[in-house]
């Protein structure tokens, strides 16, 4: 797949509306401007018709890029996440998410990204390093206790 640059994108729009619509002297104006030999790539007709659309719809030629826009993981969220787990430690992730009305996955991704540097440290003289230090529940880590899930 070839990849065009913004600079070629825009001409070919351009002589596409300069040469009537047509997409066969838009390609032709493309090789003459940019000196393309006879037998390289040039832009076809989906990517022509694709660019001319992006350009009606955006102004630009680019793809325009979807999705909504995040606001699951937001510094409000972050907080609320913080403070529930710290008045109730003992309750799961899936119940302090129903509670914010939160997806499960997003309670943990906050958790496990945002919250886990403000954690201490994992430590356990007895057995430092060992499987064990990963038994520990994120109640645990919260409240600083030491040993394993309780």
């Not at 002589?15 to 393309?36: D, M, P």
């Not at 995040?70 to 430690?89: A, D, H, M, Q």
């Not at 230090?133 to 919260?142: F, I, V």
Request: net charge positive; aromatic share 10%.
């Amino acid at each position: 797949m070839q990849l065009w640059t913004g600079e070629e994108r825009a001409f070919t729009v351009k002589a596409y509306y300069q040469n009537g619509e047509s997409l066969v002297w838009a390609r032709r104006t493309f090789c003459t401007h940019f000196n393309v030999p006879r037998n390289q790539p040039v832009p076809s007709n989906h990517a022509i018709n694709t660019w001319v659309a992006n350009f009606e719809v955006s102004g630009s030629t680019s793809k325009k890029r979807g999705g909504s826009q995040k606001t699951v993981r937001t510094p409000e969220n972050i907080e609320r996440v913080r403070e529930v787990f710290k008045r109730s430690l003992r309750r799961s992730a899936v119940r302090h998410a129903t509670a914010l009305g939160i997806t499960p996955r997003y309670v943990r991704r906050i958790l496990h990204n945002d919250l886990r540097s403000s954690l201490p440290p994992v430590q356990d003289p007895d057995h430092s390093g060992s499987e064990y230090s990963r038994l520990w529940d994120w109640s645990t880590l919260l409240s600083g206790n030491a040993g394993p899930n309780r």
